[in-house]
DNA sequence: ACCCACCCGTGACAAATGTCAGCGCGACGA
DNA sequence: TCGTCGCGCTGACATTTGTCACGGGTGGGT
């Protein structure tokens, strides 16, 4: 437990997440807590940077999964304008990649969303104090699941062939010639160790490498 | 807006979402409101009944992603033992088949999780009071998009399919024919419109088919 | 009794997919 | 300067995938 401050001034707050209904809810959670006060609420990660130039927090809570700009793009643009607001990721899935990938953006923390509730304050307070805050599993596995191994054009196809687009489509939205695209994905295949396309999505998403 | 009940008991809850954040969060949101008492709180569907039997609750809100046994399941467990128990299912998904699914299952309304946090608390005052609430643009739409068309065995087929296996893969995970795996799938892949396997399996998940 | 839908299987075919070798280009570091 | 790497392209090849026609079996309705 992180020793509660006894007479400074409240942590100023930003949250940024893009279901309504989770954003006010976590509200009133760290609104429980009389040193922390929640001074602004987004719903997109295009709006954070303006948001923080409005009310200046000292700690912005953002979710990765939103709308336009997502988390780590948004923690990096905070940084880069406001270098003294700290950032703490608040995310649903514990991909490995993210966290590098938050972490070399900036953030100072990294919070799944099945932490006990009663931990997230204390998270706060930690990052607000400097220290560094992330899962002690999730901090290992990131270790072991390295870089993405795939390169900026590789990443780009098997990302547009999530949906299941054939090689012809995936061509005309690409501006490449279809075996260009089939080159892309088989060199994916090999890097994920997949047997398909679509098992190297599944893997290259688990490891939050698109 | 719904009138506040002047001087009745209040309404308890049960809380059920695997996402602890979340659960604590909403937990606070709606502790908030003077007529409601969060009185159980559960990480997985499986756990739901028996809460339910424990706590008493006049309502039950679920949430539909969830390990083991999903909150369509549960719902249909809660009403099936306890029919005076309303369901209020949250997600994230606006799934027009959960709608459906949710409905016919015996819960009270269906709430999207970026609906206001605001409006959270009346529509559990609803669900209490005996009215049904949904989403009005979500119900629209599922009443477009259908029951599945899918049979029992394709849906299975495509549901193993998801995470990219080889047609020899599921015949053996099925221990079916690789001819009748294909047979299926080709169905299934008709059914939905799509061009291929892949792109069967999201048209199937958009619409909560599987 | 009949029809119908679903299930499982076979066999054969065309199309899509994955793999490989090889070519040229530009960028970047040794 | 050279070697390496990523990028884009081609062409050829084997495999996988998707489609279709067909048959047999079961069970539920009318």
Redesign the interface.
């Known amino acids: 437990m992180t020793p509660e401050p006894e007479e400074t001034r409240p942590i100023r707050l930003l949250l940024a997440d893009?279901?309504?209904?989770?954003?006010?809810?976590?509200?009133?959670?760290l609104s429980?807590e009389r040193d922390l006060d929640v001074v602004a609420e987004v719903s997109s990660g295009d709006q954070v940077v303006a948001a923080v130039r409005e009310h200046r927090p000292d700690v912005a809570l953002l979710d990765v999964e939103m709308p336009g700009m997502d988390g780590i793009e948004a923690t990096a643009a905070v940084r880069a304008a406001f270098p003294d607001v700290r950032v703490l990721i608040?995310t649903?899935f514990g991909r490995p990649g993210f966290v590098r990938r938050a972490m070399q953006a900036g953030a100072s923390g990294f919070?799944?969303?099945?932490?006990?509730?009663?931990q997230?304050a204390d998270a706060v307070r930690r990052v607000h104090a400097g220290l560094r805050v992330v899962d002690p599993a999730l901090a290992t596995e990131s270790l072991f699941a390295g870089e993405s191994p795939l390169t900026a054009r590789e990443t780009d196809v098997l990302r547009a062939?999530?949906?299941?687009?054939?090689v012809s489509a995936l061509a005309r939205a690409l501006f490449l010639s279809e075996g260009t695209v089939r080159n892309h994905l088989s060199a994916a295949i090999g890097k994920t160790g997949?047997?398909?396309?679509?098992?190297?999505?599944?893997i290259a998403e688990g490891n939050g490498w698109l």
Not at 111 to 118: G, I, N, R
Not at 194 to 202: D, K, Q, Y
């Open positions: 893009d279901q309504a209904l989770v954003r006010g809810a976590l509200s009133a959670l429980l608040v649903t919070v799944v969303k099945d932490t006990p509730a009663a997230l062939a999530r949906g299941g687009a054939a997949a047997g398909n396309r679509a098992e190297a999505v599944t």
